[in-house]
C-alpha cells in the first residue's frame, strides 16, 4: 500500500476531526470547535497541516506552527500534534510525516524544530530529536 504525504485541504476537515479525537486527552474535541479551529489553521500562512493518506483515508497527520523567536535570532517550528492511527504506526508513517514538517520548516527558514511530547519520547529520539526542557502548561477554565 502506498502512503501519500501532502498538506490538507477543506475537504479533509472531517476525517481530520476523527483523527484529532483520537489524539486527545487532556481536553475533548467537539465538533463545533475543531471546525472553527481547523478553519482558521487552513487559511493561516504560519501554519502547515500535512495529512497522511492511504487508499483515500486518512491515517495520520502532522499540525506545525512556525513563528519568530528572539533567543533562536529568526524563525523556529513546533509541532503542535502528530497522530498516527494505531494500526498504521510501525510503518514509518510517523517518521515520513515528520520528515515532511521539517522539510517545510527549512523551506521556511526556521532555525530549529521542537516539540513537547507525554507518551513518543521514544520514537522522537528514534529519529534524531534530543530532550532539551521540561514541558509547564496552565489550564484556562
Not at 471546525?35 to 482558521?40: G, L, P, R
Not at 521539517?102 to 532555525?111: T, V
Request: glycine share 4%.
Amino acid at each position: 500500500m502506498i502512503t501519500h504525504y501532502r498538506k490538507a485541504r477543506n475537504s479533509d476537515k472531517e476525517a481530520l476531526y476523527v483523527l484529532a479525537k483520537c489524539l486527545a486527552m487532556s481536553f475533548y474535541v467537539n465538533q463545533d470547535d475543531f471546525s472553527n479551529v481547523f478553519n482558521a489553521l487552513i487559511i493561516d500562512i504560519n501554519v502547515d497541516v500535512i495529512v497522511a493518506e492511504r487508499d483515500q483515508k486518512l491515517i495520520g497527520y502532522v499540525f506545525v506552527l512556525h513563528h519568530p523567536a528572539f533567543y533562536a535570532n529568526g524563525n523556529i517550528s513546533w509541532v503542535e500534534e502528530l497522530f498516527v492511527m494505531e494500526k498504521h504506526r510501525g510503518q514509518h508513517v510517523g517518521r515520513h510525516l515528520m520528515e515532511a514538517a521539517e522539510q517545510l520548516s527549512k523551506e521556511r527558514g526556521s532555525k530549529l524544530i521542537a516539540l513537547a511530547t507525554r507518551r513518543a519520547s521514544q520514537f522522537y529520539k528514534s529519529i534524531g530529536y534530543s530532550e532539551s526542557a521540561t514541558y509547564f502548561k496552565k489550564h484556562f477554565d
